[in-house]
């Protein structure tokens, strides 16, 4: 029986956390969460919060799910472990294959297996320069990618992600990598003084662009996610994916959807490439494949590409000892076998989605939010100091963004800040009641940290 505090203190000497300041982050500061159920967690000291987040955007199925340890703890039993390189494999992981084959677009049917989203792009990374070196086309190498974008934290899925910050830490981006626009209305456009719709227009020509400066020989692939998730949760406006499927169609270079948060149902289809209509050479896929149950990524391949690996042979000397963890692998069929049973790609699309966007866009009245967006659901709101002027910002990027998240984990919601802005992405099982307590202490929190917005002037 530890208590909270020495858990902390224990945490405080032996853990180094992922991005986390540990310099500024006091011994009680932290929060031990001990325990989940459904859309809700609970820490060491008994306080339960709405888990708005889902985790870090993957708890689709919600917490708790017994049918899902069940599964994983029966496989480990029959087999625990066996590798699938070279020529060996195992039932799970055939079933898990053919089963995402069967959500994934008509002609994508292969997968490739890792243990999260960051290696999954590192298998990107090398497969789509591995596919043009088996086309006699071996100058295809540059990877084109946005800024602001979020594709892992491994040295390639760094150098493809777009984050100032992270390429500033260890010199990255690698080579071969150029980073364009992004579509960001709200933080880039506006300002243009262009419409939202000419701003998409004008985001999405930048790979047009880029295409014709580097040179259509030299491009091996452009990298995005439907939907920036840790960007900022920035949906395009609607004529750039269209104008992006136009260009892409006449131009021979590879499209890679990350589907990492936007795959398995957060968008309203089961991938976010359905819902904007988009037809993607490679999707990276994590987080929601197992809804966080067990750890597992991968990268979904289409036909056009697999064909080539048939039929030029030779072999792609890449792989993991996790590659198809049977574990890995009972965990996501059991997680798969309940989003279809209880059609929560459909509830999203359909029933739950459209509830709760309303009830979110309804916090766009509040006077520190200078927009409310969300698609499916993945939403967020942006704070700004005036909404007489949209245009301007809170001075010090980040800190009423941070208050506000605060205020909101105290309120019993978990939101995540994006410089100024919150974030929100809950399990796919949330219910009508749940969220309207959810926007309930979203609205708290804004209220909170709007009261310390105007007495710090
Ligand atoms: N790609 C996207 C779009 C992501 O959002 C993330 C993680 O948030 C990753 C890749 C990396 O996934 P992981 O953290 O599982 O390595």
Redesign the pocket.
């Known amino acids: 029986n530890v208590s909270s505090h020495d858990l902390k203190v224990s945490d405080h000497k032996h853990h180094l956390h992922p991005f986390t300041d540990h310099g500024a982050l006091g011994v009680d500061e932290r929060r031990v969460i001990s325990r989940a159920d459904g859309v809700w967690i609970w820490d060491s000291e008994g306080n339960r919060m709405l888990d708005g987040m889902a985790g870090?955007?993957c708890v689709n199925v919600g917490h708790g799910r017994q049918e899902i340890v069940e599964a994983v703890r029966a496989q480990m039993s029959e087999l625990s472990y066996y590798n699938t390189f070279f020529k060996t494999t195992h039932p799970p992981v055939i079933e898990l294959s053919e089963m995402i084959a069967e959500i994934a677009p008509e002609h994508m049917n292969m997968v490739f297996y890792g243990g999260?989203?960051?290696?999954a792009?590192d298998t990107v990374f090398r497969l789509v320069r591995y596919y043009w070196d088996l086309m006699g086309k071996p100058d295809k190498k540059m990877i084109l990618s946005r800024h602001n974008a979020?594709?892992?934290?491994t040295v390639a899925?760094a150098s493809l992600g777009g984050m100032g910050g992270m390429h500033g830490q260890g010199n990255l981006p690698v080579p071969g990598i150029h980073h364009i626009a992004q579509p960001y209305w709200f933080g880039e456009g506006m300002q243009t003084g262009m419409s939202e719709d000419e701003f998409g227009l004008w985001a999405a020509r930048e790979l047009e662009r880029a295409i014709d400066e580097i040179g259509e020989d030299k491009i091996a692939a452009f990298i995005a996610?439907p939907i920036q998730?840790?960007g900022g949760v920035i949906i395009p406006p609607a004529t750039y994916w269209p104008e992006v499927a136009r260009i892409l169609k006449q131009r021979d270079i590879l499209f890679v959807s990350?589907e990492?948060?936007c795959g398995f149902g957060r968008t309203g289809e089961w991938f976010g490439a359905d819902t904007y209509g988009l037809k993607p050479d490679l999707m990276?896929i994590?987080?929601g494949l197992t809804s966080g149950y067990l750890p597992m990524?991968g990268v979904i391949v289409s036909d056009k590409i697999a064909d080539v690996l048939h039929e030029k042979g030779g072999e792609f000397y890449h792989g993991y000892t996790y590659s198809g963890h049977p574990a890995a692998c009972a965990a996501a069929i059991a997680n798969l076998a309940i989003m279809k049973r209880e059609n929560l790609v459909e509830r999203v699309r359909d029933q739950i989605g459209p509830y709760f966007r309303k009830k979110w866009l309804e916090l766009g009245d509040h006077p520190m939010v200078g927009e409310a967006r969300m698609k499916g659901l993945v939403g967020a709101l942006e704070l700004v100091p005036d909404k007489a002027d949209l245009s301007k910002r809170f001075g010090d990027v980040g800190k009423v963004g941070t208050i506000a998240r605060d205020h909101s984990f105290n309120s019993g919601l978990v939101m995540r800040a994006v410089r100024d802005s919150l974030i929100i992405s809950p399990p796919l099982v949330i219910t009508e009641e749940e969220t309207d307590q959810l926007v309930a202490s979203a609205r708290q929190a804004l209220d909170l940290a709007w009261a310390d917005v105007r007495k710090q002037g």
């Open positions: 870090l955007w999260s989203g960051s290696d792009n979020y594709h892992g934290s899925g996610e998730g840790a990350d990492v948060i990276s994590a987080k990524g």
